[in-house]
């Protein structure tokens, strides 16, 4: 069974973002995963983080974990979907799909021992 893996929540200041939510909720952020453009939320499961964006939008992603990032957009696009070029980072594979309606969703493969 597939479960979600990993999301983000788009926000236009991430600063701003990282105040907001660690008043409501008490969220801390792992320095050493974050950067200007990312917040990674310390001690999260799944494990999700504050992402930036050019405007504020409803923007929250959610990346499945999976065992084969390429042959499952592979079987997106078998399906009628469509499929962005993976990409690679410290934390895995990942790549943007979407569903035959338009509705998009992240496949993320983790990186070896996450």
């Given amino acids: 069974m597939t479960q979600l ?3 983000t ?3 236009p ?3 701003k ?3 907001f939510y660690s008043a409501l909720f008490g969220w801390t952020f792992d ?3 974050s950067h200007p453009t990312y917040a990674h939320v310390a001690n999260s499961e799944p494990a999700f983080g504050l992402t930036k964006l050019e405007r504020a939008r409803d923007c929250s992603n959610l990346y499945f974990r999976v065992e084969d990032v390429d042959a499952l957009c592979e079987r997106v ?3 009628g979907g469509k499929a962005a070029i993976p990409s690679d980072s410290e934390s895995g594979r990942t790549a943007v799909v979407s569903d035959d309606q338009g509705v998009s969703v992240s ?6 021992g996450l």
């Fill in 5 to 7: 893996g990993y999301f």
């Fill in 9 to 11: 929540i788009g926000v």
């Fill in 13 to 15: 200041d991430i600063e």
């Fill in 17 to 19: 973002a990282r105040a």
């Fill in 31 to 33: 320095e050493a995963s």
């Fill in 77 to 79: 696009v078998e399906l």
């Fill in 107 to 112: 496949l993320w493969q983790p990186a070896p």
